[in-house]
């Protein structure tokens, strides 16, 4: 294991913003005592990025705000010190009361934290600015005309557009990446010297994540903050980090230089975040020459998929204005062909993968099916004659925690489908499921437990096993890894294409992560406001696009290379 530095040669106390020494954070449980953190120690340098790596449960975001003393009621810090650089001397931050004034003028004043989900650290009763105005008042004795001002400048300076009229707009007016610069405005309003990022891109799509990034950087270097970044995405460290600390089972198992953890890595887990990286950098399905991808039979086929919302006819005459979620969409797919749809979040496409399931009517347009009974126009059949059709299509979720019921073991969800319309039960369906799991590689005497017993990753192949149930043809999966860890995510990538291949399946696949679509599919197909503007095979439209919409797309994909950034010389994209 690598030792952080704790004393480089050369460095002035004024490098050093705040030192972590040998930190541990326990959390106390019904029947044992969770380590979560154990000794960790690093060190956050003025003007510095400092990327916390490790994936989920590695313990990087609870040692996060650990630094804030803002960990739940459960969790004690164990051992260690939090040494806040100060003109009077050391603050050791562990040590301070949490109802003290001076732990109450570092959280959101000396510290400023972006939290990872806008949504739920907003209010949703109270304007974006009234929100900004309390964190100014509060922390820098402002009145309300002067934190009016001053949040106005904030929302400027973080990119928001006409601050003057969104000062007064509330959290769901805002977009994704609105909200994100809004928790960033509301961050940096107290002048903070420390700025900690808690994975503030993984619910964005790959050009504001861009976007944002580059934001929170200018921002850090104008203001020569420290920063602590805390992500799972290695393209993202290799974009931005200065240093980087990798996390596992609590512990900091490598510390370094970005270009020697990219390029001299010496954990075995270090080692292993960046092969399943570099792996989805790849095409797995590259065997196929450009020439026979798409040359088989088609077994669906989307004609002029539309689908409007909000066109109505006004009180008063007129008509209110529609708004066009897919607009003309076209494609076929073919047997044993996995069909990326890519683009930015409000781009269509999960309203696609649903109309083509009509679990969304379309407005017009056609959806055919050639099934081993001959054509279906799927848009004509009746609720009835779906459950046929949705025999052989099936849908796998985005979310593997939120898709799976918590009241019902994993057999009776695995077997759901199977009772329901094939009408079997007892020993027949259980040996179904035992089956079932088994192919999705999980051990079939774990069927009578919940989903609260498994992991993220093993919930999705719960997931996949209940789409395979009824031996389909297609399967839709609608971002089916985003909430997935990389090392998991290729794992479950990996499963699907060797079920395919034992299966003869075909798929849809719906992502904004485009390196998941290169080394997943044999076409993509790019979205842009509901027209599919260009599709094609993978390694073209990944390599050589022709719209200057999927150029600036494919060139803001973080590239795991510290030495070759892509996102510094993106193309960027304007309507």
């Known amino acids: ?335 044993g062909e996995n069909l990326g749809i890519v683009g930015e979040s409000g781009s269509g496409k999960t309203t696609l993968g649903r109309m083509l399931l009509r679990i969304i009517e379309p407005t017009s347009g056609s959806v055919m099916f050639n099934g081993d009974n001959g054509p279906l126009d799927v848009t004509k059949l009746s609720k009835r004659q779906l459950r046929d059709y949705y025999s052989e299509v099936r849908l796998v979720f985005q979310d593997p925690f939120a898709s799976l019921n918590p009241r019902m073991t994993v057999r009776d969800i695995v077997g759901d489908p199977l009772r329901v319309t094939k009408k079997i039960g007892g020993k027949a369906l259980d040996d179904r499921v035992c089956e079932l799991l088994s192919l999705v590689g999980l051990d079939p005497s774990t069927r009578e437990r919940y989903p609260h017993a498994f992991s993220g990753g093993q919930r999705q192949r719960i997931g996949i096993a209940r789409s395979l149930a009824l031996d389909p043809k297609i399967i839709i999966a609608d971002e089916a890894t985003a909430a997935l860890d990389v090392s998991i995510r290729s794992q479950v990538l990996d499963l699907l294409l060797d079920i395919q291949k034992r299966l003869g399946l075909s798929f849809v696949f719906i992502s904004h992560d485009i390196s998941v679509v290169r080394y997943f599919c044999d076409r993509v197909g790019v979205m842009h406001r509901g027209k599919l503007v260009e599709i094609g095979p993978t390694e073209e439209i990944c390599t050589a696009p022709k719209q200057l919409y999927t150029q600036s797309l494919i060139s803001a994909v973080p590239n795991p290379d510290p030495r070759n950034k892509r996102m510094l010389h993106r193309t960027r994209f304007k309507d």
């Open 1 to 335: 294991m690598t030792k952080p530095d704790l004393g480089t040669e050369g460095e002035t106390r004024d490098d050093v913003a705040l030192s972590v020494e040998n930190l541990s954070l326990d959390f106390k449980l019904r029947t044992e005592i969770l380590h979560a953190a154990r000794d960790v120690s690093f060190k956050l340098r003025r003007g510095k990025t400092l990327c916390l790596v490790g994936e989920s449960g590695s313990g990087k975001s609870v040692t996060a705000r650990a630094l804030m003393r803002i960990i739940d009621s459960n969790g004690i810090i164990a051992n260690g010190r939090i040494l806040l650089d100060d003109p009077k001397g050391k603050i050791d931050i562990a040590q301070l009361d949490e109802r003290s004034k001076d732990l109450l003028a570092i959280r959101g004043g000396r510290i400023g934290l972006i939290f990872q989900e806008p949504m739920s650290s907003l209010s949703p009763v109270h304007t974006i600015g009234s929100q900004i105005i309390e964190a100014l008042r509060l922390h820098r004795n402002m009145s309300k005309a002067e934190a009016r001002a001053e949040t106005i400048e904030l929302l400027r300076q973080v990119e928001i557009p006409n601050p003057d009229k969104m000062i007064d707009r509330y959290t769901f007016e805002f977009s994704g990446g609105m909200r994100q610069r809004a928790m960033i405005a509301m961050a940096l309003s107290a002048n903070p010297e420390i700025l900690i990022a808690d994975e503030p891109t993984t619910a964005l799509d790959v050009t504001t994540q861009a976007e944002i990034l580059d934001l929170i950087k200018r921002l850090q270097v104008s203001r020569g903050m420290a920063m602590l970044l805390i992500t799972h995405d290695m393209g993202v460290v290799a974009e931005v980090a200065d240093e980087v600390a990798v996390m596992h089972y609590g512990r900091i198992v490598e510390f370094g230089s970005v270009d020697d953890i990219f390029y001299e890595p010496k954990h075995d887990y270090t080692k292993r975040l960046l092969n399943s990286t570099v792996k989805l950098e790849q095409n797995r399905r590259s065997t196929k020459r450009d020439s026979e991808v798409g040359t088989g039979k088609v077994i669906l086929s989307a004609r002029n998929l539309s689908k409007l919302y909000g066109a109505s006819t006004a009180w008063f005459g007129g008509s209110t204005h529609a708004i066009k979620a897919v607009d003309d969409v076209s494609f076929d797919l073919h047997a």
